[in-house]
């Protein structure tokens, strides 16, 4: 048996002694977006509603991620390409100020849509698995399928402003917010969605990558089997290792001792630069 090249990247291409085929997913597509939404309503529950009622002052907290939800659908006139229509749903938390006492949370949600056009790749093949079931109450009711896969990645958004509005102000907003039952059970309470209450809105700073993956067929190298250099260890040596040891492999923290100036802007995740 000849030596396991450690670093595949770097082998000789005449070690490598056969290929082998694989099913895996193409990227056929991709996008990225930083979207800037707007005055997004915040739907408070019961609880919340009631507070935000008789509050002075509010002030949001913090924005999670709940849930995305991601339909893709063939573009009319141009077969190669598709639809992604993305809805996120945001639970929003947030404080408020009655009276003298102290501030009281809120909590809510938000939903933002949004859509993609990528090109998928056109396929006329009707791909079947064992995994497929017709009729069953599981989802997986669909025999064939021809489209690519939408992949979302996203962050948790960053919170940029607030604003409360009183019922008279957007007496003429229809609401067409439709909330799946699964999203509705996330929170402990129901949520406030009809009648005249005060609103609570939000402008959040959304970042996402978008892509459409189809399934293939590739043929890769292949070296010899990727045998752990790593040796298992069920002794006691294994954690009475030197602490001195261990600290000095430590690399020292200078960019925490160094200062940083007030003007110092975040990235989106939260580190400054």
Same mark, same amino acid.
């Given at each position: 048996?000849?030596?396991?090249?450690?670093?595949?990247?770097?082998?000789?291409?005449?070690?490598?002694?056969?290929?082998?085929?694989?099913?895996?997913?193409? @990227?056929?597509? =991709?996008? !990225?977006?930083?979207?800037? #939404? &707007?005055? /997004?309503?915040?739907?408070?529950?019961? *609880?919340?509603?009631?507070?935000?009622?008789?509050?002075?002052?509010?002030?949001?907290?913090?924005?999670?991620?709940?849930?995305?939800?991601?339909?893709?659908?063939?573009?009319?006139?141009?077969?190669?390409?598709?639809?992604?229509?993305?809805?996120?749903?945001?639970?929003?938390?947030?404080?408020?100020?009655?009276?003298?006492?102290?501030?009281?949370?809120?909590?809510?949600?938000?939903?933002?849509?949004?859509?993609?056009?990528?090109?998928?790749?056109?396929?006329?093949?009707?791909?079947?698995?064992?995994?497929?079931?017709?009729?069953?109450?599981?989802?997986?009711? @669909?025999?064939? =399928?021809? !489209?690519?896969?939408?992949? #979302? &990645?996203? /962050?948790?958004?960053?919170?940029?402003? *607030?604003?409360?509005?009183?019922?008279?102000?957007?007496?003429?907003?229809?609401?067409?917010?439709?909330?799946?039952?699964?999203?509705?059970?996330?929170?402990?309470?129901?949520?406030?969605?009809?009648?005249?209450?005060?609103?609570?809105?939000?402008?959040?700073?959304?970042?996402?990558?978008?892509?459409?993956?189809?399934?293939?067929?590739?043929?890769?190298?292949?070296?010899?089997?990727?045998?752990?250099?790593?040796?298992?260890?069920?002794?006691?040596?294994?954690?009475?290792?030197?602490?001195?040891?261990?600290?000095?492999?430590?690399?020292?923290?200078?960019?925490?001792?160094?200062?940083?100036?007030?003007?110092?802007?975040?990235?989106?995740?939260?580190?400054?630069?």
């Amino acid at each position: 048996m000849s030596e396991q090249c450690s670093d595949i990247l770097r082998c000789n291409p005449q070690d490598l002694r056969q290929a082998m085929s694989i099913h895996t997913r193409k @990227i056929t597509d =991709a996008c !990225r977006d930083k979207d800037c #939404v &707007e005055d /997004l309503r915040v739907y408070l529950t019961c *609880s919340s509603q009631q507070i935000l009622d008789s509050a002075a002052n509010v002030r949001v907290r913090s924005a999670e991620l709940l849930y995305t939800y991601i339909d893709v659908e063939p573009v009319a006139f141009d077969r190669n390409h598709y639809c992604i229509d993305i809805t996120f749903y945001y639970r929003i938390v947030a404080d408020a100020v009655v009276g003298t006492c102290r501030p009281a949370a809120l909590c809510g949600l938000a939903v933002f849509s949004k859509r993609a056009v990528l090109c998928g790749e056109d396929s006329r093949a009707h791909i079947f698995t064992s995994d497929t079931r017709i009729g069953e109450a599981d989802g997986c009711t @669909i025999p064939s =399928a021809n !489209r690519p896969t939408a992949v #979302v &990645e996203v /962050l948790d958004p960053m919170v940029l402003s *607030s604003k409360v509005r009183e019922p008279c102000e957007g007496s003429g907003e229809a609401v067409t917010v439709q909330i799946p039952a699964g999203i509705r059970g996330m929170f402990d309470e129901e949520l406030t969605i009809p009648g005249d209450h005060r609103r609570l809105y939000v402008t959040l700073g959304q970042f996402s990558i978008v892509r459409l993956e189809r399934d293939v067929q590739l043929v890769v190298p292949m070296v010899e089997y990727a045998i752990p250099e790593k040796e298992c260890c069920d002794g006691e040596s294994c954690s009475t290792e030197d602490p001195c040891e261990m600290f000095s492999r430590i690399p020292f923290p200078a960019r925490q001792f160094t200062p940083t100036g007030c003007d110092r802007k975040k990235d989106a995740s939260g580190d400054q630069e």
